[in-house]
């Protein structure tokens, strides 16, 4: 059991909206986007005039454009989980992050996102693209609770729309950026716990989707789509089996790839649409951070007795899933 003693979320205030996507003129309709995704905005790093003006035709142009970085956005996230679990930087031991697109192959990027918060701690990065928060949390769930520090911070910066080519209208409808925080303890207790947590993969399936050095995001688009929305459906049946219980809440909260792929999800496990939590329409896919930003934006709607099913799934192929069992608000 890992402790949960506070979430963070963090998006950059530019919004590309579908009509944005339409004037670039690569093919694409507000009418389809909605259709195919189900997403209406979406943040971005970016100035929205180098978009329009370059439709991003060298990603290692987009890094230099960037008003934020994944230093920048994983410390805003931190700030807000800091903030909520009532700690401050220098109580934290360890800094984990993990992301679908690193700043830099060295260092690490935990070490940067840590100076930047003025935390001097062990940090080391665990990256599974868009399943790291779950790996995240599954590695230290799995440790011996005496072998960690009382606080540990996880963060998951995610600004993906650096490697999207705008000339694509099947990816550049996709993602937007955001990131992550969650301030999580093995030995502290709070008032929601992490359990049930498990991870698999499937490599020989890691050609699927990939984002080379310095390259745009490609993937095969329909067997990814069929990949999450098999392994989600086989995650949720697994955890409605134990925690879909009378009288306390089964709230789903799926990685946030497009809503087509949730609906589908929330069909084939009948989860009514009030406990279903999302933030995809508004957000977009933001990978690794998609699913803890979504409970971070419902924080303060978290009851006693509530079972929030999380189930994430990623390139490589790589699925997660794990219960966050709300036991009382503190």
């Known amino acids: 059991m890992l402790y949960l003693h506070g979430l963070g979320h963090f998006y950059p205030e530019n919004v590309i909206t579908n009509r944005f996507l339409e004037e670039l003129d690569i093919g694409t309709s507000e009418e389809w986007i909605l259709e195919r ?3 209406r905005t979406r943040r971005t790093v970016l100035p929205l005039n ?7 035709r060298d990603p290692r142009e987009a890094f230099e ?3 934020y970085n994944n230093t920048t956005t994983g410390a805003a996230a931190a700030r807000m989980a800091l903030h909520r679990a009532g700690i401050k930087p220098e109580e934290v031991g360890l800094v984990i992050s993990g992301s679908s697109a690193q700043d830099s192959l060295s260092p690490a990027e935990a070490t940067t996102i840590a100076a930047e918060l003025g935390i001097d701690t062990r940090c080391f990065d665990l990256n599974s693209a868009c399943t790291s928060f779950g790996m995240q ?7 011996k609770p005496d072998a960690l520090p009382p606080f540990i911070l996880v963060v998951n910066p995610e600004n993906l729309t650096r490697s999207v080519n705008y000339s694509d209208r099947n990816t550049a409808v996709l993602f937007g950026d955001g990131s992550s925080a969650a301030v999580v303890s093995a030995t502290v207790p709070a008032k929601a716990a992490f359990s049930a947590c498990l991870c698999e993969s499937k490599p020989s399936c890691w050609d699927k989707v990939t984002i080379p050095r310095m390259g745009y995001f490609q ?3 329909n067997v990814v789509q069929g990949f999450a929305i098999r392994k989600t459906t086989e995650s949720i049946r697994t955890l409605q089996e134990t925690y879909s219980i009378n009288g306390s809440r089964f709230i789903f909260v799926g990685h946030q790839a497009n809503m087509g792929m949730l609906k589908t999800v929330c069909e084939r496990t009948g989860i009514p649409e009030q406990n279903h939590w999302h933030t995809v329409a508004d957000f977009g896919n933001t990978g690794s951070s998609g699913a ?3 409970i971070s934006q419902h924080w303060d709607d978290l009851n006693p007795g509530d079972n929030v099913a999380i189930a994430i799934v990623g390139a490589g192929f790589t ?3 794990m219960i966050l069992k709300v036991e009382a608000i503190q």
């Open 50 to 56: 180098y978009i329009k003006e370059t439709k991003n």
């Open 137 to 143: 949390i599954n590695f230290l769930d799995h440790m």
């Open 219 to 221: 993937q095969d688009g």
């Open 37 to 39: 995704v189900g997403i």
């Open 65 to 67: 454009a960037g008003l």
């Open 292 to 294: 803890p930003a979504v």
């Open 319 to 321: 699925w997660v899933h």
